[in-house]
């Protein structure tokens, strides 16, 4: 990512509020499927934002990774992590996705929501421990408009395809998916034939 680009996420973020911890939560599209979330084990929040989705997964006793671009995202997410009482459970790390996935141990979540960047699928679903559940959601042309930032339609499902799907949705300019790796742990690329 360039250093414009930084700072222009950097901006956005100094421009508006803070998160409190009235916003500790999944995005809506996600909600109906809490029960679906462990409530302990590893999670990793890729292009976390300010954090309110990783403090809720450490509310629910979730040990969470989260990385983003931004340092002004991290320092808000590290701040509402302190604020809902999770910071033990929660480490937020600037990162720069462009340069892949950083290294670390299987997880029981992966969480990318909002963010798409297809050249982190392999490397997602390598991450996911067996019965792992990834979360992702991204801008989408159905319903929406088309852009460099938007999916096509199917294109999250597709990408995700090794993976057994619990739920997913697209339409009013999002695309969702919930899925779980195989318990068994299969390697994606062996199962279906792939
Ligand atoms: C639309 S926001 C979503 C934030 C958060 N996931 C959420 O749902 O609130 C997209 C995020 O991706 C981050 N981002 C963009 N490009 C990135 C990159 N190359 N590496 C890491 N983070 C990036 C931005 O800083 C921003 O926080």
């Known amino acids: 990512m360039t250093d414009n680009d930084r700072d222009r996420w950097d901006r956005r973020y100094t421009d508006r509020p803070a998160p409190t911890v009235e916003d500790v939560a999944l995005p809506a599209v996600f909600a109906p499927f809490a029960d679906v979330f462990p409530t302990a084990g590893r999670a990793l929040d890729l292009a976390c934002g300010p954090g309110a989705s990783a403090a809720w997964l450490a509310g629910r006793g979730m040990t969470v ?3 983003d671009v931004s340092r002004v995202a991290i320092a808000r997410a590290r701040e509402l992590a302190r604020c809902s009482g999770s910071a033990e459970r929660c ?3 600037v990162a720069d996705l462009d340069d892949g996935l950083p ?3 299987p997880v029981d ?3 990318c929501l ?3 960047d297809p050249r982190l699928d392999r490397a997602i679903i390598e991450r996911l421990c067996p019965g792992g559940l990834l979360a992702i959601s991204a801008l989408s042309e159905v319903g929406g408009r088309p852009g460099p930032f938007a999916v096509r339609r199917g294109a999250l499902t597709r990408a995700f395809a090794t993976l057994d799907v619990v739920a997913a949705g ?3 300019g999002e695309a ?3 899925a779980r790796r195989s318990p068994t742990g299969a ?3 062996a199962r279906r034939g792939r």
Request: no cysteine.
């Open 103 to 105: 290294a670390g141990e």
């Open 187 to 189: 390697a994606p690329d």
């Open 109 to 111: 979540v992966v969480l």
């Open 114 to 116: 909002r963010f798409r």
């Open 91 to 93: 480490r937020f790390e």
């Open 170 to 172: 697209e339409g009013h």
């Open 65 to 67: 990774h989260g990385y």
């Open 176 to 178: 969702w998916l919930l």
